[in-house]
């Protein structure tokens, strides 16, 4: 909706423009000059007045210049009309955001995707944040690092929110007319290291790195229908060649940088209407949270997150205490049968709430359960399943995970991975006998501004068990800072230590291949790493 002014303030206005010189030259011959000065002044702020009123027109049809943002106009606006005691003054508009609704805005920002409702036709191509992280890159808040599990949600979420700012902008029940949204949304990393690394063949020696770890680009697309959406992300693969030996001489890593499909899905549902959902395609399981405050993926990320061609189905409640959960299932690569085919899938559940009663804490809990954790991405590329993919028999596993927020600064972290059951010596073995991998991870984290810039800092311990034919590390203490300098910009400053299996700790992986002893020394690393989201 548009705004229209009153033809009659503005031909009044015009009027009154034309006639006061007029009735300005008839007094002069009468009046004092202190009177004709008076007119002339009252004059020059008619002018200004009505130059303001254009400009005001302006801007309430279409786009604010200064930031090239649109914000839609608010029906039902009305000015003074102008009259001879007093000059045409409009009343303030909401077509133009004040600072305190554009510091709203921005807060709001990390909600719903920014687009404009005047652009004509029934589609458009918007950018925005970076789906899965808004909360931390806002430029406001600053808490964890997202897994990239559950993006369905929260694009079903972000789409819900979107219509709750329409109807808080034109009245409850709008029908959104336009129903083909494209979003563009991606996200550049790049990392600086240390480690003081203690591996054999390394001989001791440190050493040094300069990575672009990380490029997506994300396609999310909302509709035409209210119920169904799209997501595709393209990301780059910053692994040296195939056939390569790492750090050798004649590594030339720039000359991979494939760009490959990550995650390719569409979802069929509507938060507003219903809590029913379900999406397939290519994705990160809901097997496990792997929240984080660390520049380093947990361990429990890289022992059981599973990316899969999966089909889910979920429901989750509205409110301040809601439950929610999700099945799926899925083929996978490792087979216990002869023939690989359907045979792997999970359940997850978990439960969001507040509690501001006695104290103000709110939290997120949950767990969940993967028929065969050999599927995993850590295990299909830790030269462990690899080339080895019919195993003896399946080894389920379990998840069980808490977010806790306690007032507006502090956040704790907890999370726990594990097999339900042994693998078989001939698939992976730890200390002669079949492995049982876990990990856990726990995690506190302060958020506080800094040069009134949002800023956290988190301190975490982690533990594998029975990992070492993944190339896990025994145990790993971290610490991290973290500050949005820019917005949708974050730079973090992490160090790590990350303690080896002991010298006397034998495993082997699939085949029955020794896997190269550890030392049980330590490596320390720094990272210092920037990511820029758009």
Do not use: C
Not at 112 to 117: A, E, R, T
């Amino acid at each position: 909706m548009k705004n229209r002014f009153s033809p009659l303030a503005i031909f009044l206005t015009v009027s009154g423009l034309v006639a006061l010189p007029a009735i300005a030259a008839n007094s002069a011959s009468s009046q004092s000059a202190s009177q004709t000065n008076s007119i002339q002044a009252e004059i020059a702020k008619l002018q200004r007045e009505v130059q303001a009123l254009k400009s005001q027109i302006k801007q309430a049809n279409g786009r604010n210049v200064s930031t090239g943002r649109t914000y839609p106009p608010v029906p039902n606006q009305e000015f003074v009309t102008p009259t001879s005691q007093s000059p045409v003054k409009p009343q303030p508009t909401r077509a133009v955001p004040t600072a305190q609704e554009e510091r709203i805005m921005a807060n709001e920002e990390v909600n719903y995707l920014p687009f404009d409702l005047d652009v004509p036709g029934q589609a458009f191509v918007s950018t925005g944040p970076y789906v899965g992280v808004p909360i931390q890159y806002a430029g406001t808040n600053l808490i964890i690092n997202s897994p990239s599990v559950n993006t369905d949600l929260q694009l079903l979420a972000i789409r819900k929110n979107i219509m709750e700012q329409l109807n808080a902008l034109h009245g409850e029940n709008f029908e959104e007319p336009y129903h083909s949204h494209l979003l563009l949304s991606g996200l550049v990393e790049a990392q600086a290291l240390y480690i003081n690394n203690s591996a054999p063949e390394n001989g001791g020696n440190p050493s040094t790195d300069i990575d672009l770890t990380n490029v997506s680009i994300d396609f999310t697309f909302l509709g035409p229908s209210d119920w169904l959406l799209g997501f595709i992300e393209l990301t780059y693969d910053n692994a040296i060649p195939a056939g390569t030996v790492y750090a050798s001489p004649s590594e030339y890593r720039v000359a991979n940088s494939r760009v490959f499909v990550n995650k390719a899905f569409f979802t069929i549902g509507n938060l507003s209407k219903s809590p029913i959902y379900g999406t397939a395609g290519q994705f990160y399981v809901p097997f496990g949270a792997y929240s984080s405050a660390m520049v380093s993926s947990p361990l429990t990320q890289s022992l059981t997150r599973t990316k899969a061609r999966a089909i889910e189905a979920g429901f989750q409640q509205q409110g301040d205490n809601v439950f929610y959960g999700s099945a799926f299932i899925f083929r996978g690569d490792s087979h216990a049968s002869t023939v690989s085919k359907i045979a792997n899938g999970g359940l997850n559940l978990g439960y969001k709430f507040s509690r501001f009663e006695r104290a103000p804490i709110s939290a997120n809990i949950g767990a969940s359960v993967i028929g065969n954790i050999a599927d995993s991405v850590g295990m299909q590329f830790g030269n462990n399943f690899q080339n080895y993919e019919q195993i003896v028999h399946r080894v389920p596993g379990y998840n069980v995970r808490g977010n806790f927020s306690f007032g507006e600064h502090t956040n704790l972290i907890f999370e726990y991975v594990g097999a339900s059951t042994r693998f078989n010596m001939a698939d992976m073995s730890f200390n002669n006998h079949g492995a049982k991998p876990s990990a856990f991870d726990i995690e506190g984290a302060y958020s506080f501004s800094l040069f009134d810039k949002p800023t956290s800092v988190a301190v975490g311990y982690q533990k594998s068990n029975q990992a070492m034919s993944l190339n896990l590390p025994l145990t790993r203490t971290s610490l991290v800072l973290s500050t949005s300098w820019w917005r949708n910009t974050l730079q973090s400053l992490e160090f790590r230590r990350d303690k080896q299996y002991a010298a006397s700790d034998v495993a082997t992986s699939a085949g029955g291949n020794t896997v190269t002893p550890q030392t049980g020394k330590g490596d320390n690393v720094v990272t210092a790493q920037f990511d820029y989201y758009f």
